[in-house]
């Protein structure tokens, strides 16, 4: 790739094909220079650091999956909506578990943005279950545990016994859609 063609979002790209081609582990400022083709230092005219470059990477995942369980429970309401919330998820990590894995967790200045936007399709989500204030905030910890959770042991293939994936899955969506339906004290 020629020199003038480098942008942030394509630093951003090639850090994205390193994590889904090697693993989280793998990257480095190095690693995405060599596929750009140019010396490490010329990456510092598009991110400033390591650091940076995980942020920018982050925010694109978390956009990616915004967008991905947004046009999931698009016209959906109810245990509907969360069914297809919870797969489009599952179905983005188990297509990108490098992406996810190298996705920052925590909060951060930077991921402020895409961040909101990952939880405003949550809250949208759980809307049709009347939860209002602090009780909504509790329910998408809880459904981001649950999903998070079962899509990190799943994609580092901890799940040793015999049964079926999906069943487990199904069973904790069902799980989660019931506890939503339960009346709060």
């Avoid at 991921?111 to 602090?134: I, K, N, Q």
């Avoid at 859609?177 to 004290?185: K, M, S």
Wanted: aromatic residues 4%; glycine residues 8%.
């Amino acid at each position: 790739m020629p020199r003038a063609s480098l942008s942030r979002e394509t630093v951003v790209g090639l850090a994205l094909r390193v994590v889904d081609e090697e693993g989280p582990a793998a990257l480095t400022l190095s690693a995405v220079a060599a596929r750009a083709g140019v010396a490490t230092p010329s990456l510092y005219k598009h991110v400033r650091n390591l650091a940076e470059l995980r942020e920018l990477l982050s925010a694109h995942v978390m956009s990616e999956i915004s967008a991905r369980i947004g046009d999931a429970v698009l016209g959906r309401s109810g245990d509907e909506a969360l069914h297809a919330l919870m797969a489009a998820w599952r179905s983005y990590v188990r297509a990108h578990p490098g992406r996810y894995a190298a996705m920052i967790q925590s909060p951060q200045p930077g991921l402020a943005e895409a961040g909101e936007r990952l939880l405003d399709v949550m809250f949208a989500a759980l809307r049709s279950y009347g939860l209002t204030d602090s009780d909504a905030v509790h329910a998408v910890r809880c459904l981001r545990s649950a999903v998070h959770g079962f899509v990190l042991l799943e994609a580092a293939g901890a799940f040793g016994l015999p049964e079926s994936l999906d069943d487990t899955y199904e069973l904790l969506t069902r799980m989660i859609t019931a506890g939503l339906r339960e009346p709060r004290p």
